[in-house]
């Protein structure tokens, strides 16, 4: 069974920096795309940003400049580097992943999200 466990959430001031990190466990054929997603209180879940596996990237507007995804195959793990955290990024930051299982079956997993809050 895949899981992902997700950390590095916490408190931080405006104008912080944190790094959350979300390792992949379980039996996985290829990880195609991995990815990011916050939902603050009252609002849906949304995109922050996306890794594919060949290194393609792709980011919230709301993050560009702010924020940096990074994956390190060799680990199964996905990164996120917030700088110039702003209160508007308060959420719970989620880690999803899709890929191919063995025998050829598709996975889409979601991590149990981890918590950023930011005070001004």
């Known amino acids: 069974q895949v899981q992902l466990v997700e950390s590095g959430g916490g408190l931080v001031q405006a104008g912080g920096s944190l790094r959350l990190s979300c390792v992949v466990s379980?039996?996985?054929?290829?990880?195609?795309?991995m990815g990011w997603y916050r939902q603050a209180p009252g609002k849906k879940r949304e995109l922050v940003a996306g890794?594919?596996?060949?290194?393609?990237?792709n980011y919230a507007d709301s993050v560009k400049g702010r924020f940096t995804i990074s994956r390190d195959n060799s680990k199964n793990t996905v990164y996120l580097q917030m700088s110039s955290l702003k209160p508007e990024d308060t959420a719970v930051y989620y880690c999803n992943v899709y890929g191919v299982l063995p025998g050829g079956y598709g996975m889409d997993t979601w991590g149990k999200g981890t918590l950023v809050t930011v005070s001004s």
């Open positions: 890794v594919t596996s060949g290194g393609a990237t």
């Open positions: 379980g039996s996985i054929a290829s990880i195609n795309g």
